[in-house]
């Protein structure tokens, strides 16, 4: 099972002071889909990937109140912010950038 040992030091490549708790919390939501590599990366490249992220991690998970236009710009933000990832975009860091974005790491 994962940890958020695991995930933290990707996550502070983007947030250095990102706390280990905060990442505990998103590796446990995302459970067993950390267990297959497929679904434990984002694929910045599928929109059906994006448009997961923004349903089901964005408006359902964290609350989030924006239109979907303004929830996708963000998720584009993320995605060239880890562009140097390329396609091993670790979705616990992922997740954590937009929670940080929404300011709902608090919510978590």
């Not at 280990?20 to 910045?44: F, M, P, Y």
Request: aromatic letters at 6%; glycine letters at 2%; one cysteine or more.
């Amino acid at each position: 099972m994962a940890s958020a040992s695991d995930y933290i030091e990707n996550v502070r490549k983007y947030r250095s002071n990102a706390s280990e708790e905060t990442v505990g919390k998103i590796v446990k939501h995302l459970g067993i889909a950390l267990q297959n590599r497929d679904s434990s990366l984002v694929s910045c490249s599928d929109p059906s990937e994006l448009e997961r992220v923004r349903e089901s991690w964005c408006k359902k998970k964290l609350g989030a109140s924006q239109s979907d236009a303004e929830l996708d710009a963000m998720i584009k933000e993320v995605c060239e912010d880890m562009a140097d990832e390329k396609s091993n975009k670790q979705r616990v860091t992922f997740y954590y950038l937009i929670a940080d974005k929404l300011d709902k790491l608090v919510t978590l």
